[in-house]
């Protein structure tokens, strides 16, 4: 009893700090404009309304925009994942010359503020013809992403026992062998928790996407419910936090699956 | 002179513009005084990049009649939206690396940013005024440039400003109508405050609502950002006096205005928890729909005048622009002309309810603008309008200013943090002194 | 396997591999990051304007920049602002790991749902918020006045310092997720039997944790830092949406008011330096967590 007190009391409190804006969303979702405004208890839905989720689905085009969102955070996530997984690999085992100083950039790269420096990114984004392609989210993505999974990866490598490889190279594998059969089934859980990283980050991303795309068909969920549902002083905000909880479904449901996976992943690179 | 050949484009082309004219709601408007086009380059497009609609009938007319242009000129014409506030950085983008939309449709000084990448509207902004009885004063203070001594962007039009008010709660305060001076005002939004419903002025860092009404004080008041040769005016016994009203005028105004959004006055007008605002049309059009209980009880008027004795309003301008990496030039010319020319304007001026306050003066006899009494003050937005920077050059300087909200941060010192208006006066000027020398 | 080519057996030599395989990560960073990164330090050494290339003017813009109030208010308060949400995210998310660390009824749901904040796109997180921090239709403060724990409306966005708080506890709010999984991670890898340990020498459960829990967090708890304090000082859409560095600049950080110097006032360069400026405070920071890598 005390110990069920012990846990609930403080997981009560982390609750409704960390639920309450969710909350918001939820009760503003199903409530109409006018109650919205003038109620006698805003947690409470008097009058509910499924207006705003429909007016959501079929007024606008977010469905193409969670699309887009999803295409891009997933390949993002792929491909920095990999490009992280064989970088790590290369740092760790193979100790080239040179990879010390490779893995010390790698980290200094994160230093990058992006509201300002878009503009010059957007330079070399135009001469590569890259303007308004929406795949050219994912490696303008993976900028912010690979440093990250790299460390992340770096330190999950690191903890496998380098046994299993001498055995393999004894056997007479390559490294390209050992670095697909043997190190990858066991570096999964890394991956995973990589992955599950990365995707968060695509998924929340504004500014990019807003600059370096144009058409309304390019337009990420963050882009399209700012730049449609905000208008002028006029916020349409049961859509907008409709799509808000919308968006966040994926997420979560990625989230309530590999969350173990992501727990034993980090914990594996940050073991002693 | 690369438009000279529009003339004859005009004898092409007037059959089918005429025929669309008179497909519009209004032929009787459609003046034979339409202003000549311009000629599209062979096979243009065209992109334009514009500020999400308002009002959703904004959207539907200007997609009708860029349809109509299409079936005019056969060029293609695809519009890509965005939040007004996220404008700045595409355009800025735009300019910086020579590519990107056309035509984008921006805010108040934003043309004057990047001058040198824009085309010269010069012509198309004389034809325009010519045809529908010329142009208000603030479509050169936001459009011509005086460095490069150009019209660089083709006005549109404002959201303009005016004074909300509920009805009853007046009448209640014991005045027959609204006051017609600054005075007036203050005494009413005492009387206002004591009967619960205090009044609601932003001064947060809120684009439209926090420049809008510190503007209009401090030019009610006489007071000037700078001279018409851009040495700083700050500093006067005017700015001080507008800035004790402004402070008396917040002993009277709700709990946190300092921490108010664009949108916070529309939340507190629409739910009953102030009585008196300053905005755009907004409020009252949004009114009738979603809390059509009170609608019938707000009403909207010109701002009082103060010292000077003129109405001193100011507005959210916004214009066209095309940039010169454009390879049409022309047809962006032309597209912008039809979608402003009468037949055009008139339908889309009108189905917004007063949500856009044409630049040019012809629209002001629209009869929407006297359907209703409470459209008629945005009607009147632009006739009596002052312009950012006042009464220095418009141009950069102006912009940057008005980017870091010098006026409404010298505003909120004195109301929020309680400093001494000599004080708020002196940092402001240090501020703008910086600024204008380094434009 | 056995018999490989000649080619294929140097291809497959550490060296060659080595580079072979870190190439994709380099073109991105490089290619993508480092280059423009090296643009952004060009601008700031010039005056440009949108659309004006400029000249260079060495450290004027610096020197400016520094003789600027404004400037040094938002510098100070970056600093503040990533100290204070760095702090509060470290304890909150230790505590929160620890709670999640135990085995009880719902508890992977509630893992799940406690990382919800990080997940929800900022943006539309921040304009839930605005609604949480209004001042006249907060459902906190309705809450609060109802438990008659306080009279009126909170202020929360109307004051300097309200402001300022404001915004570093939507930060912790964003963040806290974060920093919880990744204690959560580091709680499961300490060996129980050092507990146990413990436990036989008659250590109580505040004695175990600084002894045994606290320090083999400690390689982690850097990580977690210095990655989450560079998110933290370039922030920007966060603060951007609920204050826009206002009341009268209160709540102005080093990329707002970088963002609204050059993009909206055009002045390219001294944005520029004001972006590249806290540069100095995080390469501190990235060589930090580079040495704490390394040392493993």
């Known amino acids: ?272 | 002179m690369k438009h000279l050949d529009r003339r004859e484009f005009l004898a092409t082309s007037a059959a089918g513009i005429g025929a669309a004219a008179l497909a519009g709601s209004f032929p009787a408007l459609a003046s034979a005084a339409d202003a000549p086009s311009f000629r599209p380059e062979k096979d243009a497009k065209l992109d334009l990049l514009r500020w999400t609609a308002f009002v959703p009938s904004d959207q539907t007319i200007w997609d009708e009649n860029t349809k109509k242009f299409t079936a005019a000129t056969g060029v293609p014409v695809s519009i890509q939206s965005l939040a007004w506030g996220d404008i700045a950085p595409k355009a800025a983008l735009a300019a910086q690396v020579g590519s990107g939309p056309d035509i984008i449709m921006g805010w108040n000084d934003d043309p004057f940013v990047y001058p040198d990448k824009l085309v010269d509207m010069t012509d198309l902004v004389d034809n325009m005024g010519k045809a529908h009885g010329g142009w208000y004063d603030n479509a050169r203070s936001y459009c011509y440039d005086q460095d490069v001594k150009r019209w660089v962007s083709l006005p549109v039009g404002c959201t303009g400003n005016a004074v909300n008010y509920r009805k009853s709660w007046v009448k209640e305060a014991g005045f027959g109508e609204f006051p017609k001076d600054l005075d007036g005002m203050l005494k009413l939004a005492r009387v206002l405050k004591k009967n619960g419903h205090p009044t609601g002025f932003a001064l947060g860092h809120a684009v439209g609502d926090a420049n809008s009404w510190t503007h209009w004080i401090l030019w009610a008041y006489g007071g000037k950002q700078a001279n018409p040769d851009n040495s700083i005016a700050i500093n006067s016994a005017e700015t001080v006096n507008a800035l004790e009203y402004a402070r008396q005028l917040s002993e009277t105004m709700i709990e946190g205005v300092a921490g108010w959004d664009d949108s916070s006055n529309n939340k507190a007008f629409a739910g009953g928890r102030i009585g008196m605002t300053m905005n755009g049309i907004s409020i009252w059009y949004n009114g009738k729909k979603d809390t059509p209980d009170i609608f019938p009880d707000f009403a909207n008027v010109t701002p009082p005048m103060g010292p000077v004795k003129t109405h001193t309003v100011s507005n959210n301008f916004t214009s066209a622009f095309v940039f010169k990496y454009s390879k049409f030039p022309n047809a962006a010319k032309e597209y912008l002309r039809f979608m402003l020319d009468k037949p055009q304007a008139d339908r889309w001026v009108t189905e917004m309810k007063g949500y856009v306050t044409p630049a040019l003066k012809a629209y002001a006899e629209l009869p929407i603008w006297t359907s209703d009494p409470n459209i008629t003050p945005y009607r009147d937005a632009l006739a009596s309008a002052k312009y950012d920077g006042y009464n220095g050059k418009p141009g950069k300087a102006a912009a940057q200013a008005l980017d870091e909200y010098v006026i409404v941060d010298m505003f909120a010192d004195v109301c929020v943090n309680k400093m001494a208006a000599k004080d708020a006066v002196r940092k402001a000027e240090t501020r703008l002194q910086t600024i204008y020398k380094r434009a | 396997m056995t018999s490989r080519s000649p080619l294929l057996a140097r291809l497959d030599s550490p060296r060659v591999l080595g580079y072979l395989l870190i190439t994709p990560a380099a073109i991105i960073l490089l290619g993508l990051l480092a280059y423009p990164l090296l643009l952004g330090i060009w601008l700031s050494l010039t005056n440009a304007t949108i659309g004006k290339p400029g000249e260079f003017v060495g450290l004027q813009n610096y020197a400016t920049i520094f003789a600027d109030p404004i400037f040094r208010g938002a510098a100070l308060f970056s600093i503040f602002y990533t100290v204070c949400a760095e702090f509060g995210k470290l304890i909150l998310g230790l505590a929160l790991a620890l709670l999640l660390n135990q085995q009880f009824r719902g508890y992977r749901a509630s893992r799940a749902l406690m990382l919800l904040p990080w997940v929800a796109p900022t943006v539309l997180s921040a304009l839930a918020w605005l609604w949480l921090l209004d001042p006249q239709f907060s459902a906190i403060s309705w809450l609060l006045i109802r438990l008659h724990l306080i009279h009126s409306n909170i202020d929360f966005l109307g004051s300097g310092w309200g402001a300022r708080f404001s915004l570093i506890v939507v930060n912790i709010w964003r963040g806290l997720p974060y920093f919880a999984i990744g204690y959560l991670a580091g709680l499961q890898s300490i060996s129980k039997d050092l507990y146990e340990a413990a436990a036989i020498d008659g250590a109580d459960g505040w004695q175990a944790f600084r002894r045994i829990t606290w320090p083999l967090l400690l390689p982690i708890t850097t990580i977690l830092v210095a990655f989450s304090s560079i998110f933290t000082l370039t922030d920007f859409q966060l603060i951007w949406t609920i204050t826009h560095g206002g009341p009268t600049d209160a709540t102005q950080v080093f990329t707002t008011l970088a963002y609204q110097r050059a993009i909206s006032g055009g002045q390219l360069g001294e944005g520029a330096a004001i972006a590249v400026s806290p540069i100095v405070f995080m390469v501190v920071l990235a060589v930090f967590v580079v040495r704490s890598v390394r040392e493993k």
Request: aromatic share 16%; charged share 10%.
């Open chain 1, 1 to 272: 009893m005390l110990r069920n007190l012990k846990i609930y009391v403080p997981l009560a409190f982390f609750g409704v700090f960390l639920l309450l804006p969710f909350l918001w969303m939820l009760l503003t979702t199903f409530k109409s404009n006018q109650e919205l405004l003038n109620t006698p208890n805003p947690f409470w839905i008097f009058h509910g309304t499924f207006s705003h989720v429909t007016d959501l689905l079929t007024q606008t085009a977010f469905p193409q925009w969670f699309a887009n969102t999803l295409f891009v955070s997933v390949a993002s996530t792929v491909l920095s994942v990999f490009v992280s997984y064989i970088a790590a690999y290369a740092i760790i085992r193979l100790r080239f010359p040179g990879s010390e100083v490779v893995s010390t950039i790698i980290f200094l790269a994160y230093i990058v503020p992006p509201a300002i420096l878009f503009i010059p990114l957007a330079t070399i984004i135009i001469q590569l013809h890259w303007f308004d392609k929406l795949w050219a989210l994912v490696p303008i993505y993976a900028t912010f992403l690979v440093p990250f999974c790299t460390w992340l990866l770096i330190g999950f490598l690191k903890n496998i026992p380098r046994e299993l490889e001498e055995a393999a190279r004894v056997d007479g594998a390559s490294n390209v062998a050992i670095l697909w059969r043997i190190i990858f089934p066991i570096a999964i859980p890394g991956l995973i928790s990589a992955a599950i990283f990365s995707f968060t980050l695509s998924w929340n991303e504004y500014l990019y996407a807003l600059v370096f795309m144009s058409s309304s068909g390019n337009k990420t969920v963050s882009v399209g419910m700012t730049s449609e549902l905000i208008r002028g002083d006029v916020f349409q905000w049961g859509q907008l936090m409709a799509g808000a909880l919308i968006g966040v479904l994926p997420a979560i449901l990625v989230y309530f699956f590999f969350v173990e996976y992501y727990v034993a992943g980090l914990s594996g690179s940050v073991k002693e």
